[in-house]
């Protein structure tokens, strides 16, 4: 306990950095791929090279059925294994040897060349990126790719009123006019206000085309190398070019009409215009000001006296110490968190904090309201790109400065123009400066090519373990179930493998009778056969997509076969996604045996408790190499690994990670034993298939001047040194950076933070979506400790944790938490408090801080002495990576309540629905009692956990069962029964789903119930028998402290 801690701030540890800038440092360049053309044109020599082979067959194992080749299918002829599926029958089958082109000798297994597919497009020299960090790009435009831009000649409009945009256009694009207007999306999750209607004349001329991302996103398209480049001295020196303007927002003017064209252009006048107008300075005054708002927040709790500070009601975030009117155009917390809701003003302050400094984020959230702007302008900073935003001041009516660099830009004509109100001349009420989220819809400029079609491709493990499971069944009735609320539109394509020691594919191509099946064998060297037909268009291969659905859990139920190709499989995936990038959704129930990526065991059960030595890294860098070719490819992976053994997802769960996917994990999935896993699986593909997904996309964090951002926490890849690529965006993924104060914050008293996220969205179009978040710079250290947000911070320091835990050691990762807790409130104590009191005193903002860190420790990826698997403790670390922050602290840190009490006392009241309200209780056994029941919400899961002797009233009225025994062994549904109780128990947990776009399962356990010790393992309070309970655990927090 006594070496270092996470350092709260400043000097970033290496290991902290190594995660990601090792990725940098072997990532494959950017590049786009070429869409369809190489892929075509080398299919040719494939089918060639199939004309004249023989077929070669081995014998296999499994009894075997020769087949007939499909005569539509001249091309293959037997060098393929080309089967209909109605004449496939079980486990017999014949597995041809793949044709091979230059060596016609058959019978012989993975000998000699096979037809290649063509290279990937990062081995095309014509894809080469432009380096990246580069900002002189204007002065070197490379040659266009595939696909030209041609823009045509818009010169400056100077009409007051103007109208329809002349957009650039894009050869070969036919959508490439319709973001014109906003179209597509759930139209009730938009707040659709805006027409188009506003001239085009931000382009300046500019012929850039745009090589990558960075370019897009970041580097301005008005590539002229003094505005764009970002170093930090040069957009001092613009700034400066405006002496009257001393640095930092308090000095903003405010607004004035002197200089203003005549009243004839309608412009608003009064106390209307101009919003920023509180930003003076006299909103910000004394630190204390604000604060007095929450008294309670200036308390000064000794929690050794004061055990329980958990509030009966959720946790709600800190509200930042800003003037209101500042405040309510400030981003949802849920969206956007910062750790520190006062930002140091140096870095010196913060390392005395102790406290990380970050941002936790959560930016494809489902939102019920999402303003979107449909405008050929997008208005951006000229020197850093930042988009406008609510935190910009206006200087006059002409005249912006950017909040995050501070350089004064020239409002364009058209954003005169404000299409909410019809009113010209008020550009502080567009709507882009009255909401700090808002998403727009992007011009050609953002696109390196045409928005890619939806594509899904599905690879399914068919091995005997899988079928063994029962997995195929549940995943493609789902899929039947849930074909046509795929997002897409009529371009959306899908595919489907199989893979057991071989490679399946499927022949959708539309006309054919029936699916077709390809067997390839040839493992060592994958191939694609036939691939113009594999990935299809869904529209028109409907209903043989739908025969495959029905047909495919039949096909393995006598299979013998029991290894896994997963990394043949993978590559074979890989190339088939290339070409358009997409979603693979790849299930897998065991270890990898075969080919590449084949994974040997080396969990030792006897090492699971111990803190040291176990495996949490991966073991191969295959799945993360491929991952990062995916991700050059705009390919994502989501994994589903369903294994009753160990798996290895330390190694597995690298595919995922860096190519932004997610990863699923169902232990000891089994469709007759395991029916909680199976219900849970169905749900999370529910969600999964029908959620919102963005394609292609890349997110960029902006901060003010000053800030820096070093380390990045989620799935992605970083692309370069900010930009994170993202190939598919998902609503249920969380991400966190961590920051540092590189420059003094002296001059300022507010500074911003955006995130920029630009995906093509499954109708097909390009959007931007935009967060903002404005917080006070503060001086003094009170005030940073006043406005800590607890859970931000734990959340934090929790993906940090898991990082620590890979680099360095579990046991390093845990007391690395543990010392954050003794630093910080250690600092509180010499630097802040003037009478040192005996206990642990804490300020009021942190008063939880011990109790989240003591869960965190007890949570499934940082505890020891259990028996936890080392696959679900990496499967728990991935969550913790890639959970937004309100799921993760769930996970850590549950609610429990009592609910077989449940009044209307304090209840909601929604849509004529009451909703009952009972309070948060502590993690403790001490506060459950065996005549009641206990409803445990852990974000996924909600456990119900009834007392032996919880009353007849309970049990008849809400469960339905007229005493203890009759109580189902495995019950996930509550009965609706027409009774209050059953009333208010239903509307109780329908609001906590509700609250979250996933479904929570219920599970409602006995005392002898084998989830008990899922329940139980949740009450961090307590002792066990390798962990400290929370007294103890803060009667060691205060020995520390005061040492
Ligand atoms: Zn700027």
Same mark, same amino acid.
């Given at each position: 306990m006594s070496q270092p801690g996470?350092?709260?701030?400043?000097?970033?540890?290496?290991s902290l950095q190594a995660q990601n800038g090792a990725a940098s440092a072997s990532g494959s360049p950017y590049t786009n791929g070429p869409v369809q053309n190489a892929l075509m044109s080398s299919q040719v020599s494939v089918s060639q090279g199939y004309n004249s082979q023989l077929s070669g067959s081995y014998p296999h194992p499994i009894p075997a059925k020769t087949l007939n080749p499909v005569s539509e299918q001249p091309n293959y002829?037997?060098?393929?294994? /080309?089967?209909?599926l109605s004449n496939y029958?079980?486990?017999?089958r014949t597995i041809n040897r793949p044709p091979v082109a230059s060596n016609?000798?058959?019978?012989?297994?993975?000998?000699g060349p096979v037809p290649r597919m063509p290279l990937p497009t990062s081995q095309n020299?014509?894809?080469?990126?432009?380096?990246?960090?580069?900002?002189?790009?204007g002065a070197n435009i490379p040659p266009p790719l595939n696909w030209q831009y041609n823009y045509p000649?818009?010169?400056s409009q100077t009409n007051r009123?103007?109208?329809a945009s002349s957009q650039p256009t894009l050869s070969g694009?036919?959508?490439?006019?319709?973001?014109?207007?906003?179209?597509?999306?759930?139209p009730s999750l938009q707040n659709n206000f805006i027409k188009s209607g506003i001239t085009s004349?931000?382009?300046?001329?500019s012929m850039v085309v745009h090589n990558s991302y960075d370019e897009i996103e970041?580097?301005?398209?008005?590539?002229?190398p003094q505005l764009t480049n970002k170093n930090p001295t040069m957009s001092r020196s613009v700034g400066y070019s405006y002496p009257s303007l001393p640095p930092g927002?308090?000095?903003?003017?405010?607004?004035?009409?002197?200089?203003?064209?005549?009243?004839s252009l309608n412009y608003p006048s009064g106390p209307?215009?101009?919003?920023?107008?509180?930003?003076?300075?006299?909103?910000?005054?004394?630190?204390m000001s604000g604060l007095s708002l929450h008294p309670e927040g200036l308390r000064v709790v000794n929690l050794l006296q004061e055990?329980?500070?958990?509030?009966?009601?959720p946790l709600q975030p800190p509200v930042p110490n800003l003037h209101e009117d500042i405040q309510k155009l400030n981003c949802n917390p849920e969206l956007f968190r910062c750790t520190l809701t006062s930002i140091p003003q140096t870095q010196a302050l913060l390392n005395k904090a102790k406290l990380p400094l970050g941002l936790l984020l959560h930016p494809f959230k489902d939102l019920v309201q999402l303003p979107v702007v449909t405008s050929s302008t997008i208005v951006r900073?000229?020197?850093?790109?930042?988009?406008?935003?609510?935190?910009v001041s206006f200087l006059d009516q002409r005249r912006w400065k950017c909040n995050l660099c501070y350089r004064v830009n020239d409002v364009p004509?058209? *954003?005169?123009?404000?299409?909410?109100?019809?009113?010209?001349?008020e550009p502080h009420r567009r709507p882009e400066v009255q909401n700090a989220t808002i998403e727009f819809m992007a011009p050609?400029?953002?696109?390196?090519?045409p928005p890619q079609p939806p594509v899904y491709l599905f690879v399914f493990d068919v091995s005997h373990n899988a079928v063994e499971t029962g997995y195929l069944n549940s995943v493609c009735q789902s899929l039947l179930d849930n074909l046509d609320l795929l997002?897409?539109?009529?371009r959306t394509k899908i595919g489907f493998i199989t893979f057991d020691s071989t490679i399946h594919f499927y022949s959708l191509q539309e006309g054919l009778s029936q699916p077709q099946m390809l067997i390839v064998s040839?493992?060592?060297?994958v191939f694609i056969p036939m691939p113009e037909n594999l990935l299809v268009n869904l529209n028109e291969s409907k209903e043989l997509v739908q025969d495959l659905l029905k047909t495919l859990p039949q096909?393995?139920?006598?299979?013998?076969?029991?290894?896994?190709?997963l990394g043949p499989a993978l590559q074979a995936a890989f190339k088939l996604m290339s070409p358009t990038g997409g979603r693979m959704t790849v299930f897998q129930t065991q270890l990898p045996t075969l080919g590449v990526g084949a994974l040997k065991p080396r969990e030792e059960p006897n090492q699971r408790?111990?803190?040291?030595?176990?495996?949490?890294?991966?073991?191969?860098d295959f799945y993360k190499k491929l991952a990062l070719d995916c991700s050059g490819q705009q390919v994502a992976v989501d994994l589903f690994l369903l294994s009753g053994?160990?798996?290895?997802l330390a190694s597995l769960g690298c595919i995922s990670r860096y190519s932004a996917g997610s990863v699923y994990y169902y232990p000891s999935?089994?469709?007759?034993?395991n029916p909680v896993q199976v219900q849970k699986l169905q749900k999370e593909l529910q969600r999964y298939l029908t959620r919102k997904i963005g394609f292609e996309a890349v997110m960029r964090i902006r901060c003010t001047k000053g800030l820096s951002i070093h380390t990045f926490h989620g799935? *992605?890849?970083?692309?370069?040194?900010d930009l994170l690529s993202l190939p598919n965006v998902n609503p249920d993924a969380g991400y966190a950076v961590q920051m540092s104060v590189?420059?003094?914050?002296?001059?300022?008293?507010l500074v911003s933070f955006q995130s920029a996220l630009l995906y093509t969205s499954s109708k097909g179009e390009r959007r931007i979506r935009v967060h903002t978040l404005c917080l006070p710079v503060v001086s003094t250290l009170n005030e940073v400790f006043l406005g800590a947000d607890v859970q931000a911070i734990s959340g934090l320091l929790a993906n940090m944790a898991v990082d620590r835990s890979v680099t360095a050691s579990l046991s390093d990762a845990r007391d690395a938490l543990v010392n954050a807790v003794i630093d910080s409130l250690s600092a509180y104590r010499s630097s802040v408090l003037s009478n040192q009191q005996p206990g642990l005193m804490v300020p009021f903002s942190l008063r939880l801080f011990p109790l989240f860190v003591l869960a965190l420790l007890k949570q499934k990826s940082f505890q020891?002495?259990?028996?936890?698997r080392l696959d679900e403790r990496i499967f728990a670390m991935c969550q913790v990576k890639n959970q937004p922050l309100v799921y993760l602290m769930l996970t850590t840190h549950p609610s429990l309540y009592r609910v077989?009490?449940?009044?209307?006392?304090g209840a909601l009241n929604i849509n004529d629905r009451t909703i009952p309200q009972p309070p948060l209780l502590q993690?403790?056994?001490?506060?459950?009692?065996?005549d009641g029941a206990f409803l445990m919400d852990a974000g996924s899961v909600l456990m119900l956990w009834v007392g032996k002797n919880c009353g007849q009233n309970f049990l008849s009225q /809400?469960?339905?069962?007229?005493?203890?025994?009759?109580?189902?062994?495995?019950?996930?549904d509550l009965p609706e029964l027409d009774t209050p109780e059953s009333a208010r128990t239903i509307a109780f947990i329908s609001w906590l789903r509700d609250q979250r776009p996933f479904f929570p399962i219920l599970y409602v356990i006995?005392?002898?119930?084998?989830m008990k010790a899922n329940f139980l393992q949740n009450m961090v309070e307590d002792r066990t028998e390798s962990a400290l309970s929370y007294y103890e655990f803060l009667l060691h927090i205060q020995q520390q402290v005061n040492k």
């Amino acid at each position: 306990m006594s070496q270092p801690g996470i350092p709260a701030s400043g000097g970033v540890p290496t290991s902290l950095q190594a995660q990601n800038g090792a990725a940098s440092a072997s990532g494959s360049p950017y590049t786009n791929g070429p869409v369809q053309n190489a892929l075509m044109s080398s299919q040719v020599s494939v089918s060639q090279g199939y004309n004249s082979q023989l077929s070669g067959s081995y014998p296999h194992p499994i009894p075997a059925k020769t087949l007939n080749p499909v005569s539509e299918q001249p091309n293959y002829g037997d060098s393929q294994t /080309v089967s209909p599926l109605s004449n496939y029958q079980g486990p017999g089958r014949t597995i041809n040897r793949p044709p091979v082109a230059s060596n016609p000798v058959t019978g012989s297994l993975h000998s000699g060349p096979v037809p290649r597919m063509p290279l990937p497009t990062s081995q095309n020299p014509a894809a080469t990126p432009m380096p990246s960090g580069s900002f002189l790009r204007g002065a070197n435009i490379p040659p266009p790719l595939n696909w030209q831009y041609n823009y045509p000649s818009t010169g400056s409009q100077t009409n007051r009123c103007p109208r329809a945009s002349s957009q650039p256009t894009l050869s070969g694009n036919t959508n490439s006019t319709s973001h014109q207007y906003v179209s597509s999306g759930d139209p009730s999750l938009q707040n659709n206000f805006i027409k188009s209607g506003i001239t085009s004349n931000t382009n300046n001329g500019s012929m850039v085309v745009h090589n990558s991302y960075d370019e897009i996103e970041g580097g301005g398209f008005l590539a002229t190398p003094q505005l764009t480049n970002k170093n930090p001295t040069m957009s001092r020196s613009v700034g400066y070019s405006y002496p009257s303007l001393p640095p930092g927002y308090q000095n903003t003017a405010p607004p004035s009409t002197a200089g203003m064209p005549p009243s004839s252009l309608n412009y608003p006048s009064g106390p209307q215009a101009f919003t920023q107008a509180p930003f003076g300075a006299s909103h910000l005054t004394a630190s204390m000001s604000g604060l007095s708002l929450h008294p309670e927040g200036l308390r000064v709790v000794n929690l050794l006296q004061e055990r329980n500070m958990l509030p009966s009601t959720p946790l709600q975030p800190p509200v930042p110490n800003l003037h209101e009117d500042i405040q309510k155009l400030n981003c949802n917390p849920e969206l956007f968190r910062c750790t520190l809701t006062s930002i140091p003003q140096t870095q010196a302050l913060l390392n005395k904090a102790k406290l990380p400094l970050g941002l936790l984020l959560h930016p494809f959230k489902d939102l019920v309201q999402l303003p979107v702007v449909t405008s050929s302008t997008i208005v951006r900073c000229r020197s850093c790109r930042t988009y406008i935003n609510p935190f910009v001041s206006f200087l006059d009516q002409r005249r912006w400065k950017c909040n995050l660099c501070y350089r004064v830009n020239d409002v364009p004509e058209e *954003f005169m123009y404000n299409p909410l109100t019809r009113v010209y001349g008020e550009p502080h009420r567009r709507p882009e400066v009255q909401n700090a989220t808002i998403e727009f819809m992007a011009p050609s400029e953002y696109m390196l090519r045409p928005p890619q079609p939806p594509v899904y491709l599905f690879v399914f493990d068919v091995s005997h373990n899988a079928v063994e499971t029962g997995y195929l069944n549940s995943v493609c009735q789902s899929l039947l179930d849930n074909l046509d609320l795929l997002p897409g539109n009529t371009r959306t394509k899908i595919g489907f493998i199989t893979f057991d020691s071989t490679i399946h594919f499927y022949s959708l191509q539309e006309g054919l009778s029936q699916p077709q099946m390809l067997i390839v064998s040839d493992i060592e060297d994958v191939f694609i056969p036939m691939p113009e037909n594999l990935l299809v268009n869904l529209n028109e291969s409907k209903e043989l997509v739908q025969d495959l659905l029905k047909t495919l859990p039949q096909m393995f139920t006598k299979t013998l076969e029991t290894q896994s190709a997963l990394g043949p499989a993978l590559q074979a995936a890989f190339k088939l996604m290339s070409p358009t990038g997409g979603r693979m959704t790849v299930f897998q129930t065991q270890l990898p045996t075969l080919g590449v990526g084949a994974l040997k065991p080396r969990e030792e059960p006897n090492q699971r408790s111990s803190a040291k030595e176990i495996h949490l890294t991966p073991s191969t860098d295959f799945y993360k190499k491929l991952a990062l070719d995916c991700s050059g490819q705009q390919v994502a992976v989501d994994l589903f690994l369903l294994s009753g053994q160990y798996s290895d997802l330390a190694s597995l769960g690298c595919i995922s990670r860096y190519s932004a996917g997610s990863v699923y994990y169902y232990p000891s999935y089994h469709h007759q034993h395991n029916p909680v896993q199976v219900q849970k699986l169905q749900k999370e593909l529910q969600r999964y298939l029908t959620r919102k997904i963005g394609f292609e996309a890349v997110m960029r964090i902006r901060c003010t001047k000053g800030l820096s951002i070093h380390t990045f926490h989620g799935n *992605f890849f970083v692309r370069s040194t900010d930009l994170l690529s993202l190939p598919n965006v998902n609503p249920d993924a969380g991400y966190a950076v961590q920051m540092s104060v590189e420059e003094s914050l002296t001059d300022t008293q507010l500074v911003s933070f955006q995130s920029a996220l630009l995906y093509t969205s499954s109708k097909g179009e390009r959007r931007i979506r935009v967060h903002t978040l404005c917080l006070p710079v503060v001086s003094t250290l009170n005030e940073v400790f006043l406005g800590a947000d607890v859970q931000a911070i734990s959340g934090l320091l929790a993906n940090m944790a898991v990082d620590r835990s890979v680099t360095a050691s579990l046991s390093d990762a845990r007391d690395a938490l543990v010392n954050a807790v003794i630093d910080s409130l250690s600092a509180y104590r010499s630097s802040v408090l003037s009478n040192q009191q005996p206990g642990l005193m804490v300020p009021f903002s942190l008063r939880l801080f011990p109790l989240f860190v003591l869960a965190l420790l007890k949570q499934k990826s940082f505890q020891t002495g259990t028996n936890a698997r080392l696959d679900e403790r990496i499967f728990a670390m991935c969550q913790v990576k890639n959970q937004p922050l309100v799921y993760l602290m769930l996970t850590t840190h549950p609610s429990l309540y009592r609910v077989d009490n449940l009044s209307d006392e304090g209840a909601l009241n929604i849509n004529d629905r009451t909703i009952p309200q009972p309070p948060l209780l502590q993690l403790s056994v001490e506060k459950l009692s065996r005549d009641g029941a206990f409803l445990m919400d852990a974000g996924s899961v909600l456990m119900l956990w009834v007392g032996k002797n919880c009353g007849q009233n309970f049990l008849s009225q /809400v469960l339905g069962v007229q005493n203890y025994a009759l109580i189902p062994q495995t019950m996930t549904d509550l009965p609706e029964l027409d009774t209050p109780e059953s009333a208010r128990t239903i509307a109780f947990i329908s609001w906590l789903r509700d609250q979250r776009p996933f479904f929570p399962i219920l599970y409602v356990i006995r005392d002898e119930s084998p989830m008990k010790a899922n329940f139980l393992q949740n009450m961090v309070e307590d002792r066990t028998e390798s962990a400290l309970s929370y007294y103890e655990f803060l009667l060691h927090i205060q020995q520390q402290v005061n040492k």
